[in-house]
C-alpha cells in the first residue's frame, strides 16, 4: 500500500474500503454531501409519496417493512413512513444475542409503542452465533459477521413470506459514507448485500468449518429471481429525504428515543446516541481501528462535517481528544464473556490483523509510523486550506 492519505475535509483515510480520494485530495462522501446541496429535496419527497401511494394497503394490512433496531434511524424512518407517509408498516428486527443496555431495551421497546407498530424479530442461535463469531473473528477479523448478514437478509426473506412488496432501509452507506459499490446515488436498494457491511463469504466456507446447511438458512440471501417474482422494492429512504445522523436523533428523542447517558461513557466514542444496544458489537467496529488506522471517531467527525454540525478545526480537536486505539473494556468483557476467550487468547488473534502499512510493534505494542496523521503537512498547507474553503 502507499502513503495513507486522508481526505482534505473530513479527514478520512483512504485505508477505508472502497473510499476513493479526488485529485484535490477530498472523499467521494464528502463531494456528494456537496451535491445534496443542489438537490432539490421536496421533489424527492413528492416521488415518495407516489411510491407509498402504489404500494398502500386499502385493506388495513401491512403496505411496507421496515428493517429496524431501535436506534435512531430506525425511530427516523418509522416516523417518516407511519406519520408523515401515512404508511401502516411492519417493523421487522434482528436481535443480536449480546448483553444488551438499558437504553437499548427501552429503545426497541419504545419504537413499535411510540408509534403504534407491530414489530417482528429474529433471535438468532446464542450456539450458532458463537460458532460463527470465532470463525470469522479468527479468519478474517469481522466477529458480528452472522449477525450482520441477518439484518440484511430477514427482511427480504419476511417480505417474500408475507407478500409485502415494499422494503424501507435508511441511507445507502457506500454513497453516504464512501464504499464499495458503484459510486451514485439511486433510491433502489436491491444491490445493498453487496455492500461491505456483510462481506460476501462463499457458504462452502461456513460448511468446511463445520457449520450444517440448515443452520444458515436465514443467512442465505433469496436469488434475484426469487425477488423479482415476489416484485420486491427495496429503497433507501436516504434518497428521498436528507440523510443526516444528527438530525434523525433529534427528531427520535421526540418520540421517546434515549441516548446513553451516564449508563455508558464509551472509550473512543464521541457521541452517546449511536450503536447504543448492546456492549459486545462495539468489539466489531473497533476492529476497524487495527486494520485501517481509524475509530469510530473519525466516523462521527466525517458525519458531522459533512452535515455543518462543527467545523473541521473542531473535528480536529475532537480526534486529537477522542481517537485512540482503545476497545471500550465493557464490549470487550461481554466480548470474552459470550465467545469463552480469555483476554490473552482475544489479543493473540486480534494481533493478527494490525495493518503493518500503518502501524510498527514495539516492545509487544502497535503504535501508528505517523503519531499525528491529521497534521501532515498536506492537510495544514495554506494552499490545500483555499481548496477546502471552495469545496
Not at 461513557?265 to 462495539?282: M, P, T
Amino acid at each position: 500500500m502507499n502513503k495513507v492519505r486522508y481526505c482534505k475535509n473530513c479527514f478520512m483515510p483512504n485505508t477505508k474500503p472502497g473510499l476513493i480520494l479526488d485529485e484535490e485530495g477530498i472523499c467521494q462522501a464528502c463531494r456528494h454531501a456537496e451535491e445534496k446541496k443542489s438537490i432539490d429535496y421536496n421533489k424527492r419527497f413528492e416521488e415518495l409519496k407516489k411510491l407509498c401511494n402504489k404500494y398502500r394497503s386499502n385493506n388495513g394490512s401491512y403496505d411496507c417493512i421496515i428493517a429496524v433496531s431501535g436506534g435512531k434511524d430506525s425511530h427516523y424512518q418509522t416516523y417518516v413512513m407511519k406519520e408523515l407517509m401515512g404508511m401502516n408498516p411492519l417493523l421487522v428486527s434482528v436481535s443480536d444475542p449480546f448483553t444488551h443496555t438499558k437504553t437499548g431495551r427501552h429503545n426497541f421497546q419504545n419504537i413499535a409503542d411510540a408509534f403504534s407498530c407491530d414489530i417482528i424479530t429474529l433471535n438468532q442461535n446464542p450456539d450458532l452465533v458463537r460458532r460463527m463469531m470465532k470463525i470469522a473473528f479468527e479468519e478474517f477479523g469481522s466477529p458480528t459477521w452472522a449477525i450482520d448478514r441477518a439484518i440484511y437478509v430477514f427482511p427480504i426473506k419476511m417480505a417474500i413470506k408475507l407478500g409485502i412488496k415494499l422494503v424501507v432501509y435508511g441511507e445507502n452507506v457506500s454513497y453516504e459514507y464512501g464504499g464499495v459499490l458503484e459510486n451514485k446515488e439511486t433510491y433502489s436498494a436491491k444491490d445493498q448485500i453487496n455492500n461491505d457491511v456483510a462481506k460476501k463469504i462463499d457458504f462452502d466456507f461456513w460448511l468446511n468449518k463445520g457449520i450444517r446447511q440448515e443452520e444458515i438458512n436465514m443467512l442465505v440471501y433469496p436469488t434475484d429471481k426469487e425477488i423479482e417474482k415476489a416484485e420486491l422494492e427495496p429503497i433507501y429512504l436516504g434518497y428521498f429525504v436528507k440523510w443526516d445522523g444528527y438530525k434523525n436523533y433529534q427528531i427520535a428523542k421526540k418520540y421517546g428515543f434515549r441516548s446513553l447517558g451516564n449508563e455508558w461513557i464509551r472509550e473512543g466514542f464521541i457521541e452517546d446516541y449511536d450503536q447504543v444496544d448492546s456492549y459486545a458489537y462495539l468489539v466489531h467496529p473497533w476492529l476497524k481501528y487495527p486494520k485501517f488506522g481509524f475509530g469510530r471517531a473519525t466516523d462521527v467527525v466525517g458525519y458531522w462535517i459533512r452535515g455543518g454540525k462543527i467545523t473541521r478545526k473542531e473535528g480536529l480537536e475532537l480526534l486529537k481528544k477522542h481517537e485512540n486505539s482503545l476497545v471500550d473494556t465493557k464490549a470487550l468483557e461481554d466480548f470474552l464473556n459470550f465467545t469463552g476467550y480469555t483476554v490473552k487468547e482475544f489479543w493473540n488473534i486480534a494481533d493478527k490483523f494490525w495493518n503493518t502499512d500503518i502501524f510498527e510493534k514495539t516492545d509487544g505494542l502497535w503504535y501508528k509510523k505517523i503519531n499525528n496523521p491529521w497534521e501532515e503537512d498536506y492537510i495544514i498547507n495554506s494552499i490545500e486550506e483555499k481548496a477546502i474553503t471552495n469545496l
